[in-house]
């Protein structure tokens, strides 16, 4: 498995700004993954963050709104930018570890916007 | 793309009872399926998987079955306990991608 630590772990926010979720795996991975899991509901992929390129965003997700770093194998960082309050959600960091396509989450991101 | 269908969406057991959830997927492509449990206020926990090249798996009380054919999969509790009172997810993906079923709120009445 991974040890995959997440910060902030809660954080309510005003409508409007933005904030950085930062995301350490205690080993190094190829692949990263941004979650969301809106109250409720299911997990739905955000992006793929690959360290030296872009994010790979899955539709109805831009750039612009959820910018991600992966400025090395072991950290990524997603963005929510310009936050309402439907971003509310836990946002998960997940990694790609052991044999085949194995997938781990962090301990997640409950971010509330009023 | 994928989809992925799970049902159903709550479930009520005995102690003691069985369980049992199950997918369906769309792309006959996926290769990989995951099942998740997450309880209140925590991050979904992986508690079993399966790979398209086998058919059922077992781990203690929990099992899964695929059939490719039919591309639906199950998980199996048996022997259930109020601990397994949780959210489970199922997933299938192809590479690393893993879309997920909606979802399935199990309680295990004492």
């Known amino acids: 498995s991974a040890v995959i630590s997440q910060k902030p772990s809660r954080d309510i926010c005003q409508r409007g700004t933005s904030l950085t979720i930062q995301c350490q795996v205690d080993?190094?991975?190829?692949?990263m993954f941004w979650y969301r899991q809106q109250p409720g509901q299911s997990l739905t992929l955000i992006a793929t963050?690959?360290?030296?390129?872009?994010?790979?965003?899955e539709s109805g997700f831009v750039i612009d709104k959820f910018p991600i770093s992966r400025p090395n194998l072991t950290f990524s960082t997603l963005t929510v930018s310009n936050m309402s309050p439907e971003d509310s959600s836990i946002y998960l960091c997940s990694v790609e570890k052991g044999s085949g396509n194995t997938i781990y989450f962090g301990e997640g991101s409950w971010l509330t916007v009023v | 793309g994928e989809n992925v269908e799970q049902h159903p969406s709550t479930l009520s057991v005995q102690e003691g009872d069985s369980a049992v959830i199950k997918c369906t997927y769309s792309?006959?492509?996926?290769?990989?399926f995951p099942w998740y449990k997450q309880e209140l206020g925590k991050r979904p926990q992986l508690i079993i998987d399966?790979?398209?090249?086998?058919g059922e798996k077992k781990d203690q009380r929990i099992a899964v079955t695929l059939n490719k054919t039919a591309k639906h999969f199950s998980l199996h509790i048996t022997e259930t306990q109020p601990e397994d009172s949780a959210v489970y997810f199922c997933?299938?993906?192809?590479?690393?991608?893993?879309?997920f079923g909606s979802g399935t709120r199990l309680l295990v009445r004492p």
């Open positions: 963050a690959n360290q030296g390129s872009e994010a790979t965003y």
């Open positions: 080993s190094q991975v190829t692949m």
């Open positions: 399966i790979r398209s090249n086998v």
């Open positions: 792309d006959s492509a996926s290769n990989y």
């Open positions: 997933a299938a993906s192809t590479s690393y991608k893993l879309i």
